[in-house]
């Protein structure tokens, strides 16, 4: 069995079946072709199409795919559904009659396992967000419960925040950091003197 993947390992290259709203069309998605593009890759990992706490997610995330893109990011949901529930499901729910990007069928579990988030007493997968980097580095995975939903505002905030320290090196982002606001520069010289690191 392969080990588990932890932050700051490769991310496994995959290749998965994919449904693409956007062209109403099924195809495959894989990381090789996304990195090799200098894509940032951000997976959203859900339970099941035909949900409840899913729609909601998908929804807010889709809300905010244009900007995910803008920052030259792949937005993709995942399950282990196949393409032809989440084409079905796309086209019932209302609450997703706006996500346009990729929804991908890890149907065996296989890359689920890997990450650690696969549920073997029923097929499916916990909510498990990752980030990747254009090297296919793993920066950032949140796994939550099924009951309770995700904010795609953090996964935003966060994607920004290792977007800008992988172009300042040296440079760290504190709590709730947004662009523009300050960084700090790790040195034992501001060691207990965060506050006026910060102008505080």
């Given at each position: 069995m392969s080990e588990m993947v932890?932050?700051?390992?490769?991310?496994?290259?995959?290749?998965?079946?994919?449904?693409?709203?956007?062209?109403?069309?099924?195809?495959t998605l894989g990381l090789r072709s996304?990195?090799?593009?200098?894509?940032?890759?951000?997976?959203?990992?859900?339970?099941?199409?035909?949900?409840?706490?899913?729609?909601t997610e998908l929804a807010d995330y889709g809300r905010l795919y244009a900007r995910f893109r803008e920052l030259g990011a792949e937005l993709v949901g995942v399950s282990t559904d196949t393409v032809f529930t989440h084409k079905a499901w796309?086209?019932?729910?209302?609450?997703?009659?706006?996500?346009?990007?990729?929804?991908?069928?890890?149907?065996?579990?296989?890359l689920a396992r890997r990450l650690g988030i696969y549920n073997e007493e029923d097929g499916t997968a916990l909510r498990g967000t990752f980030v990747v980097d254009p090297d296919g580095h793993l920066r950032a995975m949140e796994v939550t419960w099924y009951d309770v939903g995700r904010n795609a505002e953090e996964t935003l905030r966060q994607l920004e925040a290792f977007q800008y320290v992988r172009a300042h090196p040296g440079a760290a982002c504190p709590a709730g950091w947004?662009?523009?606001?300050?960084?700090?520069?790790?040195d034992i010289a501001i060691a207990g003197h965060v506050a006026e690191a910060l102008g505080s």
């Open positions: 932890r932050v700051g390992d490769r991310f496994p290259d995959f290749e998965l079946p994919t449904y693409f709203p956007a062209e109403k069309r099924d195809g996304l990195i090799e593009a200098g894509k940032w890759v951000v997976m959203v990992y859900y339970p099941a199409d035909f949900t409840f706490v899913c729609p796309l086209e019932t729910e209302k609450l997703l009659r706006d996500v346009t990007f990729p929804l991908a069928a890890d149907h065996t579990g296989a947004k662009p523009g606001a300050r960084v700090l520069r790790p």
